[in-house]
């Protein structure tokens, strides 16, 4: 993977890959600067897997993707998730619901989501859901609207700019052409 220039998606799902082989996969993603896409659910990874993996976003700013549903990562491989994007500005999308997830690694994925903005969709949920994580998952969800709205008012300011800019250059090749007639 690391030397592969095409490959933009892998997608490894129920293949029982474990922390040893989680960490080998992170090597090369950590190298990588052409995948985009990585879905590596429903498998055995856990915290050691998972800090391996954080220890790759931390290089790596081409992945956009990352699922990690239905594993056995914990309060700390959470943890080194969310500090690995705290320098990470490419993901945008980060899934790992139905892990040993608890309300602490809901409320650290809270606390990254003030910081991080390119974060537009997520979805983690506690093992056991109670009254109280469902409040937890309801803030993050207003987080990540607030990142998806400032996203789309960037994406509308930069396409308003081009267009402007695009007006402006060719009122000044009028004016030129005007000029020299």
Known sequence: MAANTSLASLIINGLQINDAAAAILAKALAVNTFLKKLH????????????????????????????????????LGIEAIAQALKVNTSLKTFWADFNKVDKAAVNILADLLQQNISITSLKILPSKLLVSDAEAESGLRNIVKRNREASEAFLNKESFLSIALEAI?????????????
């Open 40 to 75: 590596i659910s429903n498998n055995q990874i856990g915290n050691d897997g998972a800090i391996a993996i954080a220890r790759a976003l931390e290089t790596n700013m081409s992945l956009t993707e990352l699922f990690l549903e239905n594993n056995y990562i914990g309060k």
């Open 169 to 181: 250059l060719k009122n000044a090749l009028m004016a030129i052409i005007i000029l020299f007639r």
